[in-house]
């Protein structure tokens, strides 16, 4: 790998992480300011403010620190282990990693500075809710989308 594919690399996940904080922090500045977010959008989509101590969208939320403090070692393993696969591969499956990594390094700096994830984005049609997200969580799910893709489409052609 070069300096000039590591700078696009860093410049991508940082592009990523920056969208994630800006977001995040312009959320919580209307909770510091309101008390609440609980701000209607759309029919299908109001931004609404909730704390997720467990990973993506709320899962293996637990209120004792040691449980907290475990899912965040396991989550900064998984997100060094999928830089080294950044490392490794290229084309399609990098770009896809690197949406992941992004993502992953947005929740983690949350949850490292926070103690928790501030999720704000709650798709919905009529009372059938989705599960609270983030943007960060929106780049690790469609990196994952990805690498599905590839691994159906891209490595089926080579077979």
């Not at 991508?12 to 969208?19: K, R, T």
């Not at 990973?55 to 293996?60: E, K, P, Q, R, S």
């Not at 990594?101 to 926070?114: C, E, P, V």
């Not at 928790?116 to 983030?134: C, E, R, S």
């Amino acid at each position: 790998m070069n300096i000039k594919n590591i700078l696009i690399n860093f410049i991508i996940v940082s592009l990523i992480f920056l969208a994630d904080r800006i977001s995040k922090v312009y959320i919580l500045k209307i909770a510091e300011l309101e008390s609440t977010v609980d701000i209607y959008i759309t029919q299908y989509l109001n931004l609404y403010l909730i704390w997720n101590k467990g990973i993506a969208f709320g899962l293996f939320s637990y209120n004792e620190s040691f449980f907290y403090n475990v899912i965040t070692c396991i989550i900064t393993i998984i997100t060094v282990v999928i830089l080294v696969m950044i490392i490794k591969n290229e084309g399609f499956k990098k770009y896809s990693l690197l949406l992941i990594l992004g993502g992953s390094l947005g929740n983690l700096f949350d949850r490292i500075y926070y103690s928790a994830v501030p999720d704000f984005i709650d798709l919905h049609i009529n009372n059938f809710h989705w599960f609270i997200f983030n943007f960060a969580d929106i780049f690790i799910t469609v990196g994952v989308i990805c690498l599905i893709l590839d691994e159906i489409i891209i490595n089926s052609k080579k077979v």
